[in-house]
């Protein structure tokens, strides 16, 4: 029996509440691993990328778990997520390092920075998983898509939430350290304003 409004809602805030929690420990891991590397040169990246690995690796299982299970519940049936292709861009810290540098950024302001980027990769990376299983996993009988907020998105992402999108691919949008998930609307509910 599909869930009532009332449990969908308390569904799917338990649901961000644990991708949020899935997300902040890969982010600490992240920018431990980010601040211990003692070097940030380009050679520096498959380092960084080696000592991630294993918590995004166990972070991206937990995602895909946990969004297979709430996806499963909105649209009233087992669902088998295929494999994702969503990965974390391990490079993206170095390049906000190096940038911050090239601007004149002072040392630990620069390294602060990748810091900074290094926790929004992690984040992305449980975020980006999340999506990519809900288009996988949504099935036939979708009649649109809406991004659903937390309590803590920007006044762009608020803006943009109020819509409802013809594809997965158009509501997915996102930026950098985007929380906002995906919900595939079934039949007619949840209609709202159509754009492209």
Not at 97 to 112: I, P, S
Not at 139 to 160: D, E, M, N
């Given at each position: ?85 969503t990965t974390a861009v391990t ?35 449980i975020v980006g998983t999340s ?66």
């Open positions: 029996m599909p869930l009532s409004e009332t449990a969908a809602t308390a569904v799917t805030e338990r649901f961000q509440a644990r991708l949020a929690t899935i997300a902040n420990r890969a982010s600490t891991v992240s920018l431990r691993a980010w601040e211990q590397l003692g070097a940030w040169d380009r050679v520096d990246i498959d380092r960084f990328a080696a000592a991630t690995a294993d918590a995004f690796n166990a972070a991206q299982a937990a995602a895909v778990n946990t969004s297979a299970g709430y996806y499963a519940l909105l649209a009233d049936r087992p669902v088998t997520v295929p494999a994702v292709t490079e993206a810290p170095f390049t906000a390092y190096w940038h911050a540098l090239a601007e004149g950024v002072d040392w630990a302001e620069a390294l602060a920075s990748g810091g900074t980027r290094a926790e929004s990769i992690a984040s992305d990376l999506r990519e299983v809900a288009n996988l996993t949504a099935g036939t009988g979708v009649a649109g898509w809406r991004r659903v907020l937390t309590g803590s998105s920007c006044k762009f992402c608020s803006t943009v939430a109020g819509q409802r999108y013809r594809s997965n691919e158009s509501a997915t949008f996102g930026h950098d350290h985007c929380d906002c998930i995906v919900v595939p609307i079934y039949a007619d509910a949840d209609p709202g304003q159509v754009i492209n």
